[in-house]
C-alpha cells in the first residue's frame, strides 16, 4: 500500500483491496456467507477486452466489479461448470471512483462487493438499483 499525500487514506494495492472486501463479505450475515461456497475473490488492475465486451462495455474504467459464474438458483448437478464462480474487483475504476464520488475506498469496495454478490445470488441490476432505491 502507498499513501498518496493528497488524500487522507493510503491508496491501497491489490492485497490491501482484497483484504477490504474479505472483511466485507466477513460481515455478511451467515446465512448468506454459507451459501458463496467457492466463490473466488480477484482483484485485479482493469477488466479484460472480453470481459467489457460480455457486459457491453467498451472502455476499462467503466468497470468496477463483476461476477462470473452461475447463480445459486440456476445451477444443477446435471450441469456442472468447469470454472469456479468468481467475484472480479478492478481497483483503477475503483479508486477512480471513490475519488470522484468523494466517499472512501473500503466503502465504496463494500459497494462493490455487495453488488457483485448479489449476482451470485440472482439478482439483476435493475433489481438490485431497486433495492438501493429503497433503501435510501
Known amino acids: ?38 466463490v473466488v475473490l480477484r482483484v485485479e488492475e482493469y477488466a479484460d477486452p472480453e470481459s467489457l465486451k460480455a457486459v457491453g462495455l467498451t472502455h476499462p474504467m467503466e468497470l468496477s466489479g463483476l461476477y462470473t459464474g452461475r447463480p445459486i438458483g440456476e445451477k444443477s448437478i446435471s450441469d456442472p461448470s468447469d470454472l469456479p464462480d468468481m467475484i472480479h474487483l478492478y481497483r483503477q475504476p475503483i479508486l477512480a471512483e471513490a475519488a470522484d464520488r468523494g466517499i472512501s475506498i473500503e466503502r465504496l469496495v463494500h459497494h462493490v462487493l455487495i453488488h457483485e454478490v448479489g449476482h451470485h445470488f440472482g439478482l439483476s441490476d435493475d433489481d438490485m438499483h431497486a433495492l438501493e432505491d429503497e433503501a435510501d
Open 1 to 38: 500500500m502507498r499513501f498518496d499525500e493528497s488524500l487522507s487514506d493510503p491508496i491501497p494495492d491489490a492485497d490491501a483491496m482484497e483484504a477490504m472486501a474479505r472483511r466485507s463479505m466477513e460481515s455478511l450475515p451467515a446465512e448468506f456467507r454459507e451459501q458463496m461456497g467457492n
